[in-house]
């Protein structure tokens, strides 16, 4: 059964750039899926559609389904919407937390869909979903840094509080919308540890736009590969070998192959190098 | 001025390859142009409103200086001896300014929302803000007038007044505040299902808090000063006596109650400075 169901999007930008073209995606129940391109290859623009942030074009016979319920048809959003995206948890290479607001009623958050408005609006949040979002903190490993506001926190530590605030949420589909592009090497993994716990251990299915096929191949069983606004690729990640990328993208595809990138002739003696690693660390 | 004995070689020209470096940005014609007509625009402006504003008369603040001296030196021997009723009017004037600006706040919250274009659409946001612009054009005293009229003279009259000049300024400042806000942060509460309300308490209002209270405390000290003349006319406080004693030309009393309002708004400004700092 399809959870995620994206039927001949078209998207055209007000200045007239085509980001989407007729592009069809069906996801089933429980996949973790990595969405790759070059920068403008329009991964981001395909998440926001599923989340119902932007709206396709008038007049292009699009659609979109979330567990058979409809986001937006035919480019307006659907009664549902907001039903719907109460079931999508959403994390954005921004982050997108309040700075000034406490991690944890950042990751409260996430529960305000769920609780009465007048609740939810006042701030009226009871032990137990107090609980659940310590729950989700100690998950990804920073419920020390409940207290603080947001702000303080690392970029990986802002990012993992995004997830916690989906698990709060009790989110069935996660969109990550490239959720490691602005960390170190470490925060990313992390980062894509607790996205793939989330997708074994609840069933959750994930979404995730990646700039580096490395990660697609670590974590993503399946890999959705765009190339100006449409799908170049669709099937295992086992089979995205070098070549394959290179053929796909051209010189474009340096900007998703990280190693394997002859040493620099002026790069360091080893020993140097070493010495500043452990500097950065 | 010419650039080229200017460059630098070595950023011309890298080991063998010689890379061409663009032109640094020049004005264009039409910045040039621009820069005239709004310089040229400003000096007419000001030629054309010297003559109306009396400018020319500037002379005679050195020709009479002495009138102004012996006018002045009335001033110069304050008369304390009713400074208890001073004070009380005083902190009754202080007391007015502060329901003024709390009132303005309370009620210019939801107005701000309404005419702040990422929140509200075009066609709430235009008529709200002409209502806003209404209540901000029109004077203090003006309002103060009315009032008297319709609640009587004393100082709810100027409660009244200050209350509805501000809310015109509040929503002002506030929307600009509403409207330079992070859309991303309110993007990441849309995401979760939240609300339309539930998206500005938590995605808009933590953001632009500090913004608030810095203007709420600076619109308070700016009330304290107004309410200080709103008593001329008959809008209660220290300007109804600071009225009657420049009408009976008692300079020295006037100079009394000229030098409490002095200290009391340096005293509010002190303490609005400090509170501001444990805000932000």
Redo the contacts between chains.
């Keep these: 059964m399809s959870t995620v169901r994206v039927e001949r999007l078209t998207k055209t930008f007000p200045g007239g750039k085509r980001a989407l073209k007729d592009v069809s995606v069906d996801i089933e129940r429980g996949e973790m899926v990595a969405l790759i391109g070059a920068s403008g290859s329009g991964k981001s623009t395909l998440i926001r559609h599923i ?1 119902g ?1 932007v709206q396709a074009d008038r007049d292009a016979p699009c659609k979109v389904t979330v567990d058979d319920r409809p986001v937006q048809a035919g480019g307006r959003l659907s009664g549902e919407a ?9 994390i ?1 290479q ?8 406490s991690v944890i ?1 950042n990751v409260l ?2 529960v ?3 609780i009465s ?1 007048m609740r ?2 006042f ?1 009226r949040f009871r032990p137990d979903e107090k609980r659940a979002a310590m729950q989700a903190l100690a998950r990804v490993g920073i419920a020390e840094t409940a207290a603080q506001r947001a702000s303080t926190l690392s970029g990986g530590q802002q990012q993992r509080a ?1 997830i916690a ?1 989906a698990m709060v ?1 009790g989110a069935r589909v996660v969109l990550a919308d490239e959720p490691i592009a602005s960390l170190d090497p470490a925060s990313a993994k992390r980062v894509m540890q607790a996205l793939s716990e989330l997708n074994e251990q609840d069933r959750v299915t994930v979404i995730v736009s990646l700039h580096q096929v490395e990660y697609a191949r670590r974590y993503c069983p399946r890999t959705i590969a765009l190339r100006d606004g449409e799908i170049a690729y669709d099937g295992p990640s086992t089979a995205l070998s070098h070549d394959f990328l290179r053929e796909l993208y051209g010189d474009a595809s340096e900007e998703l192959v990280l190693p394997d990138v002859p040493a620099r002739s002026d790069a360091p003696e080893p020993a140097v190098a070493a010495a500043v690693a452990l500097a950065g660390t | 001025m010419t650039t080229p004995t200017l460059t630098p070689p070595h950023l011309v020209s890298t080991s063998e390859t010689t890379v061409a470096v663009p032109e640094p940005p020049r004005p264009s014609t039409s910045d040039h142009l621009y820069r005239l007509v709004v310089w040229g625009g400003l000096l007419l402006v000001f030629v054309w409103s010297f003559g109306p504003a009396e400018i020319n008369r500037f002379v005679y603040l050195f020709t009479d200086a002495s009138n102004m001296a012996e006018y002045a030196k009335g001033f110069l021997t304050p008369n304390f001896r009713d400074w208890e009723y001073y004070v009380e009017e005083m902190i009754l004037t202080v007391q007015i300014a502060l329901w003024g600006t709390v009132l303005s706040v309370i009620f210019g919250i939801p107005f701000a929302l309404l005419s702040s274009n990422n929140l509200a659409p075009v066609w709430i946001v235009q008529p709200v803000r002409r209502l806003m612009d209404a209540c901000r054009a029109i004077n203090e005293l003006v309002f103060a007038v009315l009032f008297v009229v319709a609640v009587g003279l004393g100082p709810f009259a100027g409660v009244m007044a200050l209350f509805i000049h501000n809310l015109g300024i509040i929503s002002k400042l506030f929307s600009e505040a509403v409207e330079a806000v992070d859309p ?2 309110v ?9 339309r ?2 998206e500005i ?3 808009v209002v ?2 632009v ?1 500090p913004l608030w209270i810095s203007f709420s405390l600076y619109r308070f000290e700016t009330n304290v000063r107004s309410a200080t003349v709103l008593g001329i006319v008959g809008a209660g406080g220290i300007g109804q006596i600071l009225f009657e004693s420049i009408r009976g030309f008692l300079y020295a009393e006037t100079a009394a109650i000229l030098i409490i309002v002095v200290v009391t708004v340096s005293l509010i400004d002190i303490l609005s400075q400090q509170l501001r700092k444990l805000a932000i």
């Design positions: 989340a942030l907001r039903d719907i995206r109460r079931d999508i948890g959403v954005f921004q982050f997108n937390l309040v700075g000034r607001l009623t958050i996430g305000l869909g769920r408005v939810g609006t701030g995004a605030r949420q | 991303r942060p993007e990441g509460i849309r995401a979760t299902g939240a609300s309300l539930q308490i938590y995605g933590p953001q808090m």
